[in-house]
């Protein structure tokens, strides 16, 4: 077990909806990754928070938004989902704010399925 | 082209025998590189971090091998398990970034 939680495991729905997929980070882990990675396809990088705050950002589209609140947690945004939207949504956490040099830990991801 | 990439992209193996999975990448210069195993349904676990200075590094029956001069990194498993079912993935590091790239990942089956 990482100790990295997300909720829910499974999401179905409809094109043109709006989801959130929420993140708690392993105790004492300051930095939230999110990746999307979808079928045969290797890990995207999505944004990172630290501390609270957006720290980098990768191939997020603008539909996709993502905030860390005070208490760690954090959540991922996705409307006006469209059917490539389809994918596992992990979430992951580290210590401190560089990934360069540290393990990450992974959570067990959310499968989102647009219909 | 994939700045990653990984072989085979599947593999079956018996039980108990040992095999290897391999990485290539074009990532220079880099910080380190990653072996992770995915389950089916389940996150990345961690198996082996090895900076770029690094020749091997063991995790039990899991040995991941580097050669920087011709970007190459394998991983051995030995003996191998059931439990050895899953995809592996190798990420590289770039040097002077904080970003991760993906392999897109060795399915590996096992079977008895």
């Known amino acids: 077990d990482s100790g990295v939680t997300q909720t829910p495991k499974h999401l179905i729905t409809a094109t043109g909806q709006r989801v959130t997929l929420r993140c708690s980070p392993r105790?004492?882990?300051?930095?939230v990754y999110w990746y999307q990675q979808s079928l045969d396809q290797g890990l995207q990088f999505l944004i990172q928070?630290?501390?609270?705050?957006?720290?980098a950002k990768g191939n997020i589209l603008e539909r996709f938004s993502a905030q860390q609140f005070p208490d760690l947690h954090s959540e991922l945004n996705l409307s006006s989902l469209e059917l490539g939207d389809s994918a596992l949504y992990f979430c992951?956490?580290?210590?401190?704010?560089?990934?360069?040099?540290?393990?990450?830990?992974f959570g067990n991801g959310t499968r989102l399925t647009v219909t | 082209k994939n700045q990653v990439e990984q072989s085979p992209q599947s593999l079956i193996i018996l039980e108990g025998k040992n095999c290897t999975l391999q990485?290539?990448?074009?990532?220079?210069?880099?910080?380190?590189l990653r072996w992770y195993k995915q389950d089916t349904g389940r996150g990345p676990v961690s198996l082996t971090i090895?900076?770029?200075?690094?020749n091997t590094k063991s995790n039990g029956r899991y040995t991941a091998t580097l050669d920087a001069d011709t970007k190459q990194s394998s991983l051995h498993i030995t003996a191998s398990q059931l439990s050895d079912s899953a995809s592996y993935i190798c990420?590289?590091?770039?040097?002077?970034?904080?970003?991760?790239?993906f392999g897109t990942g060795t399915r590996l089956q096992v079977f008895p």
């Open positions: 928070y630290y501390n609270g705050e957006e720290r």
């Open positions: 105790s004492g882990d300051l930095s």
């Open positions: 990485c290539n990448y074009t990532v220079s210069p880099f910080s380190n």
């Open positions: 992951a956490s580290t210590t401190d704010d560089r990934v360069y040099n540290s393990p990450l830990h």
């Open positions: 990420v590289v590091s770039p040097y002077n970034t904080d970003k991760l790239i």
């Open positions: 090895m900076t770029f200075s690094e």
